[in-house]
């Protein structure tokens, strides 16, 4: 599933080709995402200009003046860009022509992702209103998760995966934030000290900078590449390690399920 990092990626990836471009042109092959694809879509794009590409949480937000094409990759999407569009294999769902000829090509074997017009303001939209803040935000801080969290009886791990709280703490980022921070998963969200949320607060960040930092090795993967960008492998302290020894202590390492995720820890080194 594309994390925070991926979803960055390709932002970086793709956003020299499309901002200042003109849509030319949008094909949409399948309409069946989550949602469909509106078939407004087309007369509202074409002609139109993308200002700037952002990213809040896992969405990609195309910016055409104060409207918006929202993108979210769900479980197996991808976009590409092409200068010479190759014939689409199965799964190319949508093309969107810039008048540099440049193609962004959308590509989503379970058609769990989303291509959505928003006109107007896009963070009052009912997917991203109740998004809580993105993790290198200055004020999504350790006195604001500390702060945040003081009545939640729930593991801190599942607190962290909580959009409402955070956005784009996915389970491996989580897993192994919480091992660097020495902070076992299943401890109530509501009895962590900020002075420990500041060590988290400072792992989380670190953990999606090196992913964000090994991706862009594979920005070039975004233009007329063949081979689908790999998704990253950090070497992971704790994440699918279920009984190999501790990279730090040689303890084994332990797994158990938390809000039905695979959750990894070292009983040593993770209180
Ligand atoms: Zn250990």
Redesign the pocket.
Known sequence: MPELPEVETTRRGVAPHVIGQQVAALHVYDRRLRWPVPRSLQKKIVGRTVDALDRRSKYLLFRFGEDTLLVHFGMTGSLRAYTHAPPRIAHDHVDIVLSSGITLRYHDPRRFGAILWVPRSVAAHPLLAALGPEPFDAACDAHYLWRATRRRRAAIKLALMDARLIVGVGNIYANEAL?RAGIRPTIPAGSISQRRFQRLIDEVRATLTEAIAQGGSTLRDYVDSNGAPGYFQLTYFVYGREGLP??????A?KSVRLGGRATFY?????R
Do not use: A, G
């Open positions: 091992f501790c990279r730090v202590c040689r303890n390492i070292c009983p040593q080194c993770q």
